[in-house]
């Protein structure tokens, strides 16, 4: 590290680094300078000039911007002098002459109420009032710490704006805008969407859209960071706009596996009002997504679950924890172990989770026993017999510095969004992009090679990636010959790995496999992204394989700003599986069949635990439908019951015999219950989440709960109590995880204690374990990586009969080029677009289809029996005979996540899943209007 | 909504996508590409904004920010003529305003802009560079010099019946 400077701020010391501005220096030694256009984590802009301080160095005296002047040694600073006050006070007087400023100028201010209303003393358009703002706003606090008296200025301008107020979840007002440009900043600095610019010059400079348009066409991601940099009003969100802030808290996200930190301002009525993405937040550095900032707030919504219920005479009706318990024990107790089955929420903590499986094996004697969301299992297990952890090698933030970054199958920018904001900076910093998948998705836009395969051959094609590795000689050979084992396997499998027969099977020219090789290979560090959308259920477990083999092989394991990255959902799904909510694993990933294992575990449970290996969800769910688990406990906090890969999950449901629900909201999944426990949701407990990266993160309280409603782990210990099981006597969350640290080698350095003062990587085995960000970063004695043998496979070309085609539906969030109308219907802004559906020459001419024709694809009817339909005009730009692909804006999906009934609107956000779809010429619609595409 | 293919037959977005490809310069940037289109279209529509950001690989956003700073980009389509007083020093000095005031009479309008036919585009400019001889004015770019009130609202009162 570089020698530290020493300069004076005020005749105070200050040490500081090189490479920082005065500002920083000063924030860091608790010092306060005041600015406005100046934003932690965002580059210095020096627009403002609200923080000009008095520098004097080398006998020369100036006045500077402290946010963009660099620190040196002697330089002495003065932040309070005569001159720099009345110049900051001239600054504001300006900055005030286009900003309403009764709430700066008013002689009222410390006499007023908050809620007063004023009839005199300002005019109309300038009253304290008119902004969602009003006592909570940054420009207001810099004018108060400064104890400046402003008078209102001699020449005012109203700049007399229309507001936006029409797109989903934002409101804007540029008549409150001082023009800091933080929100154009963070747009494209750190979201790099540039959804928000510049617009003119000089004196009408002001921040905005090109030429005025709705942000659905404007490339926005609705991810809300512009409105949490905004010192103004000109940005807010809509809902909760005027609500004040009573307690804010450090919580985490619960929509999706990154975890990320928010904090959560409660107001006095005990609703979540708005969700601002925590600056010091490690898993997410003050980034949130759409559905973290704007689908948060289901807690607040009216028609929950309040008291526990159980069916009497068909009909459920209210009733106490205790003969709810009793009801549910004596269900369940009717049932064999074979019979019986507990799913964990999505959103159920590790300590709801352990005591969930804690439940099933210790009291109901069954190990059907999983997280819902935890779908795709293999993402993670697959690395076990790999790597030796089943979970992310890597952390997030790591990514920023990779050098090259594959994606395959996966679409971070929605399903795990802040997990793609690193991506998108390295690229910009020219990191080259690799994207495998058949849609276009966000990523492809920054994508250096965007191969599409035929999907369902990804793991042949992930062969071609690494017969290119070996024949050009990419390899890390010291890594792989002092760390691995079982290259030489590998290598003699690879023979069949011939580029042109890996072309011809995937579809993908032999030259883009080689390019996108190379660029993968001779990255140093490079990262792979890896999820399943395309990927049938026979290959995923080799895919992981595979891909762990190209991350070995390339060294890429262990080194900073490489790794694997398997792209899940569900927001604890992770810590599910670590706490032992899953079918095959015991808490800390103990297999089920190992006995030495499970005696430990069953020593400190004091009870006998099944050795064979219990059903997955799907499994489970499948098994309900067909009548063999006949009696169930759900926890549904996180579950639509629409969600896809759920499969119909009310009608397997409803085939139960005996269902336990716990829930926040009544919905389908509960209509068939037979007990309902009212579930605390995430606002309202105290526990902890482990996101993609291992980060073992603490969720605070902030709200109160009302009613009856328990934490998890409480009602599924209160379960288990009166099922006659032991050892449930838990107090709080707290002792909950305790008991988790002492069977779970990876959490036994952790407590909610030190959680308390930030999350923590697993493996964390003691307390004076710093926790783990990159696995294997050095050689890890307990496990050796290894490659696995692989096998090309031929294109498995499952087709349902009566829908011959596979739709690869994409979504981006900018096609600059193509007509968008934007309509307005209740006051909200739609999408309205004519789409393009991309079809093969060759199947064009067998259905007799001509470019520019008009087409109509329909999907295989979903569990629920609704069909997709989506109409367009024809190109023959797909990749592949039987593929058709289309993309959409992702606008659409912000305005159907606005405008949701829906109290938690979140888990019903549609992903992309492949479809079975059928392809069929339709007439052109004579009537204008009549075109609607994609809904 | 469109009820053929979207895009086909777009006059205007066709011609800007020709002038986008066609420019033979080494070095293509947002602000060549907005200058070859103004150069053709002689002023910059919402779909040169949208082609050029396509065409650069870009946003529009980032495009209309380069577009919005530069104030000889115009967004709206001139008048068939223009007509450009100068307001500079030597022509002030020689009566410019009058010349000004004659001209905004004749054509009714008050500030720089098109008429309301769209015939005739009316612009202030700084300095002709033809001092000897103000006050001037600039018709379709052709200067004339020595300009009385009477003549310039002649002039206007021509260009407008053109």
Not at chain 1, 116 to 121: E, N, P, T, W
Not at chain 1, 216 to 240: K, M, N, Q, W
Not at chain 1, 768 to 797: Q, V, W, Y
Not at chain 2, 64 to 86: I, K, M, Q
Request: with cysteine; glycine share 8%; aromatic share 6%.
């Amino acid at each position: 590290m570089a020698e530290p400077i020493t300069f004076t701020i005020d005749d105070q010391l200050i040490t500081a680094q090189p490479d920082q501005t005065i500002i920083q220096a000063a924030m860091d030694a608790g010092l306060y300078i005041p600015y406005l256009c100046y934003m932690p984590k965002m580059e210095p802009y020096g627009a403002c000039r609200m923080c000009v301080v008095e520098t004097e160095m080398n006998g020369r005296t100036m006045v500077q911007a402290s946010c963009t002047t660099p620190v040196a040694n002697d330089m002495v600073v003065r932040t309070k002098t005569q001159d720099i006050e009345s110049l900051r006070y001239d600054i504001m007087d300006l900055l005030m002459t286009e900003h309403p400023h009764g709430c700066l100028t008013c002689h009222r201010i410390e006499l007023c109420g908050p809620q007063d209303i004023c009839l005199r003393h300002v005019r109309v358009t300038d009253r304290c009032t008119i902004c969602p703002k009003n006592e909570r706003c940054e420009l207001k606090d810099t004018v108060r710490s400064m104890e400046l008296d402003l008078t209102s200025p001699m020449e005012y301008h109203f700049r007399d704006l229309p507001r936006h107020v029409d797109d989903p979840f934002y409101d804007r007002d540029y008549n409150l805008c001082i023009v800091c440009v933080r929100c154009v900043r963070v747009c494209e600095e750190v979201r790099f969407d540039t959804a928000l610019t510049l617009t003119s010059r000089s004196g009408t400079a002001l921040v905005g859209t090109s030429h005025g348009t709705s942000l659905l066409e404007s490339g926005c991601e609705f991810c809300g960071a512009c409105i949490d940099v905004c010192p103004t009003g000109a940005l807010v969100e809509r809902d909760y706009k005027w609500e004040k802030a009573e307690t804010k808290v450090k919580s985490i996200c619960a929509n999706c596996p990154v975890g990320c930190q928010v904090v959560m301002e409660v107001n006095k009525r005990n609703k979540a009002i708005r969700f601002i993405g925590d600056l010091a937040g490690e898993a997410n550095n003050g980034q949130l997504c759409f559905k973290g900032k704007f689908a948060s707030d289901y807690p607040n919504k009216p028609g929950r679950y309040r008291y526990p219920m159980m069916r009497v005479d068909g009909e459920l009706q209210r009733t106490t924890w205790e003969q709810a318990f009793e009801a549910a024990a004596e269900g369940l107790k009717k049932r064999s172990p074979g019979e019986v089955a507990v799913i964990g929420s999505p959103r159920g903590t590790n300590e709801d989770n352990y005591v969930a499986g804690k439940l099933a094996r210790a009291v109901l004697g069954t190990n059907n026993i999983d997280s819902a969301l935890n779908l795709r299992p293999e993402l993670t297990e697959g690395l076990l017999e790999t790597i030796g952890y089943a979970a992310a090698t890597n952390s997030i933030w790591e990514l920023e510095r990779a050098r090259c970054v594959l994606v395959l199958s996966g679409n971070p920018t929605e399903e795990q969004n802040v997990l793609a904001v690193p991506v998108k900076k390295a690229a910009r910093g020219g990191a080259k992009i690799v994207v495998i998948d058949a849609r276009e998705t966000e990523l492809t836009r920054y994508a250096d090679h965007w191969l599409r395969p035929q999907p369902g051959t990804e793991v042949t094609l992930i062969g071609g990636l690494i017969r290119v590795v070996v024949d050009e000689a990419l390899e890390d050979k010291e890594f792989v010959n002092e760390r691995c084992d079982g290259l030489q396997e590998l290598k003699q499998e690879l023979w069949d790995f011939d580029l042109v027969r890996v072309s011809a099977i995937t579809g993908v020219p032999e030259d883009q496999i080689r390019l996108a090789a190379r660029a993968y290979g001779a990255s140093n560090p490079a990262a792979i992204l890896y999820g399943f959308d395309s990927v049938p259920l026979t290959e995923r477990v080799d895919l992981t394989k595979a891909v762990a083999n190209l991350a070995l092989l390339t060294g890429n394991i262990g080194r900073d700003g490489g790794g694997i990255f398997p792209l899940f959902t569900g927001a604890n799904t992770q810590g599910a599986n670590d706490v032992g909510c899953n079918p095959r694993f015991l808490p800390g990933y103990v297999s089920v069949e190992d006995s030495a294992g499970r005696a430990v575990i069953e020593r400190a449970w004091s009870a006998k635990i099944p050795s064979s290996p219990g059903k997955s969800s799907a499994e489970i769910f499948e098994a309900m439908a067909n009548g063999e688990i006949k009696a169930a406990v759900l926890m549904a906090d996180g579950l639509a019951p629409d969600q896809h890969g759920l499969g119909d999950l009310p009608a397997a449901l409803e085939k139960l015999e005996f269902l336990v629900v716990m829930d926040v909201f009544p919905n389908e999944l509960s209509h068939h219950a037979d007990v309902i426990f009212p579930a605390a949701s995430f606002a309202e407990v105290s526990g902890t989440f482990t996101n993609l990266e291992r980060r073992v993160q603490l969720l605070a309280q902030g709200m109160e709960l009302r009613y009856e409603e328990r934490p998890g782990w409480a009602a599924l210990a209160g379960l288990a109590k009166a099922l006659g099981g032991s050892g449930f006597d838990y107090e709080s969350a707290s002792d909950v995880f305790a008991e988790i640290a002492s069977v779970a080698e990876a959490y036994g350095g952790l407590s909610h204690e030190r959680l308390a003062e930030g999350g923590v990587q697993w493996p964390c085995p003691s307390a004076d374990s710093p926790g783990t960000g990159t696995l294997h970063a050095t050689a890890d004695e307990r496990f050796r990586p290894r490659f696995t043998p692989m096998s090309i496979r031929e294109s498995l070309g499952v087709h349902v009969e009566d829908y011959p085609f596979t739709l690869a539906h994409g979504r981006v969030l900018h096609e600059p080029n193509r007509v968008v109308d934007v309509e307005s219907r209740d006051g909200l802004n739609y999408i309205v677009r004519d789409e393009y559906v991309q079809l093969h020459a060759d199947d064009a001419a067998d259905l007799g289809i001509a470019e520019g024709d008009m087409v109509e694809i329909r999907a295989e009817p979903l569990p629920g029996g609704e069909t997709p339909v989506f109409t367009g005009f024809v190109r023959f730009t797909s990749p592949h005979q039987g593929l058709v692909c289309i993309t959409t804006l992702f606008g659409e999906l912000a305005s159907a996540l606005q405008a949701t009934e829906e109290p938690d609107g979140a888990p019903g956000v549609p992903g992309l899943p492949l479809r079975n779809v059928v392809v069929s010429k339709i007439a052109v619609p004579v009537a204008a209007g009549a075109a609607t595409a994609g809904s | 909504m469109a009820t053929a293919a979207p895009d086909s037959g777009d006059e205007i977005r066709d011609r800007i996508r020709n002038v986008l490809q066609g420019q033979k310069q080494d070095t293509v940037t947002v602000l060549s590409s907005l200058l070859n289109v103004q150069d053709e279209l002689h002023y910059l529509p919402d779909e040169a904004i949208e082609e050029t950001a396509a065409f650069v690989k870009s946003t529009i956003n980032e495009v209309w920010s380069v577009a919005s700073f530069y104030t000889n980009f115009r967004f709206t389509p001139p008048g068939d003529h223009t007509l450009e007083v100068c307001w500079g020093p030597s022509c002030h000095v020689m009566g410019a305003q009058k010349i000004l005031k004659s001209v905004q009479e004749e054509l009714g309008i008050s500030r720089e802009g098109e008429t309301e036919d769209g015939k005739v585009t009316l612009e202030y400019n700084t300095c002709l560079g033809a001092c000897a001889q103000a006050p001037v004015i600039a018709v379709d770019h052709i200067h004339m010099g020595r300009i009385t009130p009477q003549h310039a609202t002649s002039i206007a009162r021509e260009l407008q019946s053109r």
